[in-house]
């Protein structure tokens, strides 16, 4: 693996079904973040992960859950899928701190029909 | 609150210059950035100002003015590579990232 990995690249999901979208990275960054990006909008910041161990919410956390267990790993969860989920969703890595500069993973395609 | 405004699309031709321009409004503010976002694809680091003033890199350039809340991203000798969006993001007091919804840019040959 090199840099920051998402899974699955894109699924389509029915409605009130569970799904979690992996998120690997093998930089040892210690802050992590997952985004959605809608047409139109701005990337709009879901959770993020300042270090292992921690999260918190972003501007859109409702429906979505995450963990961090170890440094490499941000998994995000859907508990019951709703429609206006249907989305692209970013993972992301920084070294943490002051720096803005994030290192993204390929995105993952979710319907929910 | 924060908002951030870019235009939603932007046209120009193979080996011309184009200016991207960034407005925004915060109560904090701890840097300027611009990424860039091809087609179907993550976004990618392109600048970051938190000084005002010119930041050269190549064939691009970033310029910050704090006091006017402006920032634009400046491409030169333009490729048709260089169809993309252009996102711009400012880092708020919380260090969190505040993301303009991208300038969509069409380089024509």
């Known amino acids: 693996i090199a840099g920051i990995t998402q899974a699955p690249t894109s699924q389509i999901l029915a409605a009130g079904r569970r799904m979690t979208l992996r998120c690997t990275q093998d930089?040892?960054?210690?802050?992590m973040y997952w985004y959605r990006q809608d047409l139109g909008l701005g990337l709009r910041l879901i959770h993020y992960?300042?270090?292992?161990?921690?999260?918190g919410k972003g501007e859109v956390p409702d429906g979505y859950s995450v963990s961090r267990a170890n440094t490499d790993d941000f998994p995000l969860t859907l508990a019951s899928a709703v429609p206006s989920q249907t989305s692209v969703y970013f993972c992301a890595s920084s070294p943490g701190g002051d720096t803005g500069e994030l290192f993204f993973g390929e995105g993952s395609r979710l319907t929910v029909l | 609150g924060q908002n951030i405004d870019q235009p939603t699309e932007m046209t120009a031709t193979e080996g011309a210059i184009v200016q991207i321009n960034c407005t925004y409004q915060t109560s904090g503010f701890n840097g300027l950035f611009w990424y860039q976002q091809h087609a179907g694809e993550a976004p990618t680091f392109l600048s970051y100002?938190?000084l005002d003033g010119l930041e050269e890199k190549g064939r691009f350039s970033s310029f910050l003015s704090r006091s006017k809340g402006y920032s634009y991203l400046l491409l030169k000798e333009l490729q048709m590579k260089d169809s993309a969006s252009y996102l711009c993001a400012l880092m708020d007091s919380n260090y969190q990232l505040i993301w303009g919804a991208g300038t969509k840019l069409i380089i024509k040959p």
């Open positions: 100002n938190v």
């Open positions: 930089m040892r960054h210690n802050a």
């Open positions: 992960s300042n270090t292992a161990g921690t999260t």
